[in-house]
C-alpha cells in the first residue's frame, strides 16, 4: 500500500513539475508558509496513513471503508473545534446529513445482505 501512495505523490509531483511552468508564473512561497504546508502534508497524509492501516489490521477491509465516510465529518469537527469561530454554512450541514445517510445506508444493505438485525 505504501508503494502505491508513493507512485500517486511522484506522479503528481512529476505532472505539476511539466505542468506548472506552462499554466503559471513561478513564485517563491514564502518561509511563513512552511509551516502551514507541513501540518498539511503531516494530517493528509502520514496521520491519515497511519490510521487506516492501523484500522486494517484490527477491522475487516469493508468495515474501514464504511469509516472512510465518516472523514470528512471528523474533518469538520476538527475545525470547528480548533478553530470555533469557524461557522457552519448551508452546505456544510448538507454534507454532513448527506455523509450519514450514505453511512447508515451502506450500513443497513450490509445487515441486509447478511441477515443481521440494525
Not at 508513493?6 to 503559471?24: D, H, M, Q, R, W
Request: hydrophobic share 55%.
Amino acid at each position: 500500500m505504501q508503494i502505491n501512495i508513493f507512485a500517486y505523490v511522484l506522479i503528481g509531483f512529476i505532472v505539476s513539475a511539466v505542468l506548472l511552468p506552462i499554466t503559471s508564473s513561478f513564485v517563491l512561497i514564502d518561509v511563513s508558509l512552511i509551516g502551514i504546508i507541513s501540518w498539511l502534508g503531516l494530517t493528509d497524509y502520514i496521520i491519515s496513513v497511519f490510521i487506516w492501516i492501523r484500522i486494517l489490521k484490527i477491522r475487516t477491509s469493508s468495515k474501514a471503508a464504511g469509516l472512510s465516510l465518516l472523514t470528512p465529518f471528523s474533518t469538520l469537527l476538527f475545525v470547528k473545534l480548533v478553530f470555533p469561530e469557524t461557522q457552519m454554512g448551508i452546505y456544510q450541514a448538507i454534507g454532513l446529513i448527506l455523509i450519514l445517510a450514505g453511512a447508515a445506508l451502506q450500513n443497513e444493505r450490509k445487515n441486509k445482505s447478511t441477515g443481521e438485525k440494525s
